[in-house]
């Protein structure tokens, strides 16, 4: 098991839900980062929280839209979404601030998009 | 030139064989290194994270940098069917936004029984 607690583990949405992923870390640590997954392809950043400030939004479309209620939580905010955006979120979290330190994952939440 | 760049495989070894998996990069900005672990449905483990130029030894595994060839290595000694996994390698800069998480492509490692 990691430290990085991601729930749920599988979500199926619909075209107009409204759904929210949901991340928890009691590391410690300062930067929190969400990322997303293709299968067979490396993780692509998404958003990066720093001291709990939104530090980088990697030009996401808004239809995502992610939340730091405090320095253990972190939660995405899923609106509208296309097929394509099907894929593994990972929430990853790192000790110091952005890109200080190792990021250390989550097992994930597998997203699909119906 | 994609500024990391690992051969994603597939590899397959027998079980007890010396595995290599490398990465280049061309980034010199690049100071920090790490290998994940992921297994099929699971969240990338951090497995090594090195620094500086050398070796890194943790039980069977070794990782490797060289900063003047910008060319990382990730040694595993007597492989197990339990390192059957994907392997990406993973680097960054010296902190803050322009020095983000960049990683290989990952390879795909299968130990055979």
């Given at each position: 098991d990691t430290e990085v607690t991601q729930t749920p583990k599988h979500l199926v949405m619909g075209m107009t839900n409204k759904k929210s992923l949901k991340c928890e870390q009691h590391m410690g640590h300062r930067a929190m980062y969400w990322y997303k997954q293709k299968a067979k392809k490396p993780p692509e950043l998404m958003f990066v929280y720093s001291y709990e400030k939104l530090s980088i939004n990697e030009s996401v479309p808004s239809r995502f839209s992610p939340e730091c209620p405090n320095s253990s939580l972190l939660n995405l905010h899923l609106h509208a979404l296309?097929?394509?955006?099907?894929?593994?979120?990972l929430c990853a979290s790192s000790q110091q601030g952005t890109f200080d330190s190792p990021l250390h994952f989550g097992n994930g939440t597998r997203l699909t998009v119906t | 030139q994609k500024e990391v760049e690992q051969d994603p495989g597939p590899?397959?070894?027998?079980?007890?064989?010396?595995v290599s998996l490398n990465c280049t990069y061309s980034n010199s900005a690049f100071q920090y290194f790490m290998w994940y672990r992921q297994y099929s449905r699971k969240g990338p483990e951090l497995l090594m994270y090195t620094y500086s130029s050398g070796n890194?030894?943790?039980?069977?595994?070794?990782?490797?940098?060289?900063k003047s060839s910008k060319y990382i290595s990730l040694f595993i000694r007597d492989s197990q069917p339990s390192d059957s996994a994907t392997y990406l390698c993973a680097m960054f800069g010296g902190g803050g936004s322009n020095y983000k998480l960049t990683f290989g492509k990952g390879t795909l490692l299968t130990v055979n029984p």
């Open positions: 296309q097929p394509e955006d099907s894929a593994l979120y | 590899l397959s070894v027998p079980e007890g064989a010396i890194k030894e943790d039980g069977r595994f070794t990782a490797q940098v060289d």
